[in-house]
C-alpha cells in the first residue's frame, strides 16, 4: 500500500515537473469523531486529500485521495497485525482474522482523477475528461471557487453531522443533490456572473453499462447565488431515470440570509410520485451584529447518489447560536442543537418512531492557513443505556492547504 501511494505521488510530480507545471495540496482534511463503545472512547477518522496540478493557460488536472476504512484507527491497527503464513504456504492466521486484516488495510481509495484544457480545439470550451467523482451539484462549494465568495454552504451535511454516513453506508454522505461520479466528460463556458456545464458520463453510482447526462449552471451576483440542474440516467428503467434541483441563497445585507437545497434525486416515471422523494434544506440565518442565529431543517430524500437511503421520512432540525465571524476575524465560538426524528417503519406493526437530541458547544478558528472546528456534543436523548459518559461525542475537524 505504502509502494503503491509513493509510486502515484511520484507519477504526479513527474508529470507536474515534465509540463512546467505546479504542484500543489489545496485541500488537506482530518476528521475525528469519538464515541463510547464498550466503556471505552473509541476515536474513528477519516482523511481526504487532494492533489492539484496546474499547467498556466493551457491546462489543469487534479487527483484526489481519501481513506475508504471506516476510520484510520482499524487501518493502524491493521497495518501492525501481520498475516502468518507456514514455510509451505499454508496460512496460520485465522482466517476470519486475515480477512478482516487485509479488508482494513484497503484504506487508500482513489477518488478522482481529472484534466481540463482551456480553449480546447480553438473554442471558448472548457473541457474535462475525468474518472472518479468530480462535482457534487448545489453544494455551495463551487461558489468561492469560481467567483471568490465567501462559504455560505450549510454545516448541515458531511461526516461531521452523519458518521454513519447514509443508511450505515459509510462511504456515502450527503452534501449537495447530487454528484458525477463515473468515466466520462464535462463541457463548460467561462463567465463573470454565470457558469454552464454539460456532463456525459458512465454513471458509477449505477454500474458499467449505465449512462448519465447532467446540464448545471451557476449565477453569481453580490446578494444573490443561484444554481440549477438537471440530468437523466439511461437505460435503468424503461423510461430512465431523472434529476433535478436547485440552490438558492439570498444575504439582505444587515438583516441576515436565507438558504435552501429543494430538488428531486431520482425520480422514476414509471412509478408514482411521492413526497419522499424530495431532498429539502431550508435555512434562515439571522445576523444581529456580533453574531448569528441559524435554523436548518432537513428532511432526508427517499433515494441519494441512485441509492435508496434507508431514512425516508426522516427529519433533522439545527439552532446554532453563534458568536462571532470566522470570514472577519478568524474566530467563532457557539452552541448548537441538533434534533432529529425518524419515522416508524410501516412494515414493522412493532416499531416505534425514534428521537435523537443533542447539545453541542464547538469552537471554531482559522490560523496560519489552517482551519480548526472543534465541538464537544452532549446526547440529551436517548440517554446511553451503559455508562453515563456516553453522552459525550466529541469531534475535531482540521484542514488546510499546502
Known amino acids: 500500500m505504502k509502494t503503491r501511494l509513493s509510486v502515484l505521488l511520484l507519477l504526479a510530480a513527474a508529470t507536474a515537473s515534465a509540463f512546467g507545471a505546479g504542484l500543489s495540496v489545496p485541500d488537506f482534511r482530518i476528521l475525528t469523531n469519538g464515541r463510547v463503545n464498550n466503556g471505552a472512547l473509541v476515536l474513528s477518522s477519516r482523511v481526504f486529500t487532494d492533489l492539484l496540478i496546474e499547467g498556466g493557460a493551457k491546462f489543469s488536472a487534479s487527483f484526489k485521495l481519501g481513506f475508504q476504512t471506516d476510520d484510520l484507527e482499524s487501518y493502524l491497527n491493521a497495518l501492525a497485525t501481520p498475516i502468518v503464513y507456514d514455510t509451505d504456504g499454508t496460512l496460520i492466521t485465522p482466517v476470519d482474522e486475515a480477512i478482516d486484516t487485509l479488508e482494513n488495510r484497503t484504506g487508500l481509495m482513489f477518488r478522482s482523477a481529472a484534466i481540463t484544457l482551456n480553449g480546447a480545439f480553438g473554442t471558448p470550451l472548457e473541457t474535462t475528461v475525468f474518472v472518479g467523482r468530480l462535482d457534487a451539484f448545489a453544494s455551495g462549494d463551487d461558489f468561492p471557487l469560481l467567483f471568490g465568495t465567501t462559504d455560505f454552504a450549510t454545516r448541515l451535511r458531511g461526516y461531521m453531522y452523519y458518521p454513519d ?158 458568536l462571532g465571524k470566522l470570514a472577519v476575524s478568524g474566530l467563532q465560538a457557539g452552541v448548537e442543537t441538533l434534533i432529529q426524528f425518524t419515522p416508524s417503519d410501516p412494515d414493522d406493526s412493532s416499531a416505534t418512531p425514534g428521537l435523537v437530541m443533542e447539545i453541542a458547544p464547538y469552537f471554531n478558528s482559522i490560523r496560519d492557513g489552517v482551519r480548526w472546528d472543534l465541538k464537544l456534543g452532549i446526547r440529551a436523548l436517548p440517554f446511553p443505556e451503559d455508562e453515563w459518559y456516553g453522552v459525550f461525542r466529541p469531534s475535531i475537524g482540521i484542514t488546510t492547504a499546502f
Open 165 to 322: 454516513g447514509i443508511g450505515g453506508d459509510q462511504t456515502r454522505y450527503y452534501n449537495g443533490l447530487h454528484e458525477a461520479y463515473g468515466t466520462g466528460l464535462r463541457l463548460s463556458l467561462p463567465g463573470e456572473r454565470l457558469k454552464p456545464y454539460l456532463y456525459l458520463y458512465q454513471d458509477a453510482w449505477i454500474g458499467p453499462g449505465n449512462y448519465s447526462v447532467d446540464a448545471r449552471v451557476l449565477f453569481n451576483t453580490e446578494k444573490i447565488k443561484l444554481e440549477g440542474f438537471a440530468g437523466g440516467s439511461f437505460p435503468v428503467s424503461d423510461l430512465g431515470v431523472y434529476r433535478g434541483g436547485f440552490l438558492f441563497y439570498f444575504d439582505t445585507g444587515n438583516v441576515g440570509a436565507f438558504y435552501a437545497q429543494i430538488g428531486v434525486p431520482r425520480w422514476d416515471p414509471a412509478e408514482s410520485f411521492g413526497m419522499d422523494m424530495l431532498f429539502f434544506m431550508f435555512g434562515p440565518r439571522v445576523d444581529f451584529g456580533a453574531g448569528t442565529l441559524t435554523l436548518s431543517l432537513f428532511f432526508h430524500p427517499a433515494w441519494y447518489l441512485q441509492k435508496e437511503t434507508e431514512e425516508s421520512g426522516a427529519l433533522d432540525m439545527r439552532v446554532d447560536f453563534s
